[in-house]
């Protein structure tokens, strides 16, 4: 599928995903939805792909939902939810590669959201985070009540949703939401170095880590102990896993191929 809001590029082992609307922030629209989505779900697809980076053209990460589409008529709400943004924040938490957000600017509302469903964030200096949500009349979707009191708790949570105030990319890291801060120029590459590095790990292994995280956000530490095992049963079946154990005798860093 030939796309038109989004660039995509797959070089040594990680797609590149960048938002490009840059005049409209990144916002996305429906035709964005779907190439987002069609993208993310041709990135499991693809076996060449063991990482995967999703960040955003010009001056912005991404600007949450088009207002100015919003403006346009009338729409349910609740169905452009389930069935725009719901679908992408999953297929990001299925995908079973790392996904690394590259926040090169502002993010607003759902862009925010995005941000925070994927596995890695990487800001530039000049990065911002606002839950803007509130702003519009609206409440914070596409997982950001989920994830944000997990990740901060609460009553921050409830701060960041209710006062929409930006928060700098370092505040976004000092508060856990961000894993990594760079200069301003240098944020392409920081996202690519580390995506790189995770595209050549043990990607099967990788996968199910992301996944028994998952898991354990939502389990007893009984449910949580079990699901480990089912997933290391898996892990322990992979040539990546015998690729590891033989670097580990043999005194050498191991070569992994993602199988
Ligand atoms: O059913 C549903 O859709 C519900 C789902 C909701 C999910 C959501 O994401 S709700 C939250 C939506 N997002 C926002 O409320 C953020 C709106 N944007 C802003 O508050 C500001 O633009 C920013 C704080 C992000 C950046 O401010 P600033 O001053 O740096 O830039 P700007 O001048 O406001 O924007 C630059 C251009 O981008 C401008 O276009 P123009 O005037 O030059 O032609 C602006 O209209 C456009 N733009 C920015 N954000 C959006 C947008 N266009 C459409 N939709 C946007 N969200």
Redesign the pocket.
């Known amino acids: 599928m030939p796309y038109e809001t989004l660039l995509f590029d797959v070089s040594d082992g990680v797609a590149t995903l960048t938002l490009d609307r840059p005049?409209?922030?990144n916002?996305v629209n429906d035709q964005m939805g779907r190439e987002l989505l069609d993208a993310l779900r041709t990135c499991g697809r693809n076996a060449e792909v063991r990482a995967v980076v999703l960040t955003g053209s010009g001056r912005?990460f991404c600007?949450?939902?088009?207002?100015?589409e919003?403006e346009e008529g009338s729409?349910s709400?609740g169905r452009?939810?389930r069935s725009r943004?719901n679908p992408i924040v999953l297929a990001i938490r299925r995908l079973e590669r790392p996904v690394v957000a590259g926040l090169n600017g502002?993010a607003?509302?759902?862009?925010v959201s995005l941000a925070l469903a994927c596995d890695l964030v990487v800001a530039s200096e000049g990065a911002r985070l606002?839950m803007?949500?509130s702003?519009?009349g609206?409440v914070p979707?596409?997982g950001s009540t989920y994830w944000l009191p997990r990740l901060i708790g609460y009553h921050r949570a409830f701060e960041l949703m209710a006062l929409a105030e930006?928060l700098t990319a370092r505040q976004a890291h000092h508060l856990g939401l961000v894993n990594r801060v760079v200069e301003d120029g240098e944020l392409p590459g920081a996202a690519r170095e580390l995506a790189l590095r995770l595209a050549s790990g043990p990607t099967a292994a990788l996968a199910y880590t992301k996944r028994a995280l998952d898991q354990a956000l939502d389990s007893s530490l009984e449910e949580a102990l079990e699901y480990e095992a089912h997933m290391q049963e898996l892990a322990g079946r992979t040539r990546d896993h015998r690729e590891g154990i033989a670097a580990f005798v043999e005194k050498r860093e191991p070569r992994f191929e993602g199988r």
Do not use: H, M, N, W
């Open positions: 005049e409209a922030l916002a912005a600007a949450g939902q088009d207002l100015k919003v729409r709400y452009i939810v943004y502002i607003a509302g759902a862009g606002t803007a949500f702003r519009a609206l979707d596409s930006p």
